[in-house]
Nanobody, 124 residues
Framework: QVQLIESGGGLVQAGGSLRLSCAAS????????MAWFRQAPGKEREFVAW????????AYADSVKGRFSISRDNAKNALFLQMNSLKPEDTAVYYCAAKGANYYTIRSYEYDSWGQGTQVTVSS
C-alpha cells in the first residue's frame, strides 16, 4: 500500500483560496488513481475530486466544480487540490485517497489507502 500525508489546510475567509497537498510514499505513486474526499462535522464523508494515474482525466463533485482543481506530479509523488472562491460550507477535514484501479468512482469504500486528513475552515 501507499502511505499518504495531507498538508496545507488552515483557516481562510470566504472567497479566499487554499492549496492542499498530499505526499505519497511506499509504493509507486503513478500506479494509483487518486481522489480527494471531505467530511464535515456530523456528516458523511463525501467525494470532492478524482484524477487518473497519469493525470489525463479529472472529475469533480458538482458542489466544487469550477472552484476546485485537482492535479498531480508523479515525479514528486504528490497530489494537489487548489481551492478557490471558498465558502463556509467547504469547511471540513479533507482526505486524499488512492486506489489501484484507474476507473472513476465516488464511493469511498473502493479506495485502498487514506491519509490522516487536514482541516479546512472557511469563515464567513
Amino acid at each position: 500500500q501507499v502511505q499518504l500525508i495531507e498538508s496545507g489546510g488552515g483557516l481562510v475567509q470566504a472567497g479566499g483560496s487554499l492549496r492542499l497537498s498530499c505526499a505519497a510514499s511506499g509504493r509507486t505513486f503513478s500506479s494509483y488513481a487518486m481522489a480527494w474526499f471531505r467530511q464535515a462535522p456530523g456528516k458523511e464523508r463525501e467525494f470532492v475530486a478524482w484524477i487518473t494515474k497519469n493525470g489525463g482525466s479529472t472529475a469533480y463533485a458538482d458542489s466544487v466544480k469550477g472552484r476546485f482543481s485537482i492535479s498531480r506530479d508523479n515525479a514528486k509523488n504528490a497530489l494537489f487540490l487548489q481551492m478557490n472562491s471558498l465558502k463556509p460550507e467547504d469547511t471540513a477535514v479533507y482526505y486524499c485517497a488512492a486506489k489501484g484501479a484507474n476507473y472513476y468512482t465516488i464511493r469511498s469504500y473502493e479506495y485502498d489507502s487514506w491519509g490522516q486528513g487536514t482541516q479546512v475552515t472557511v469563515s464567513s
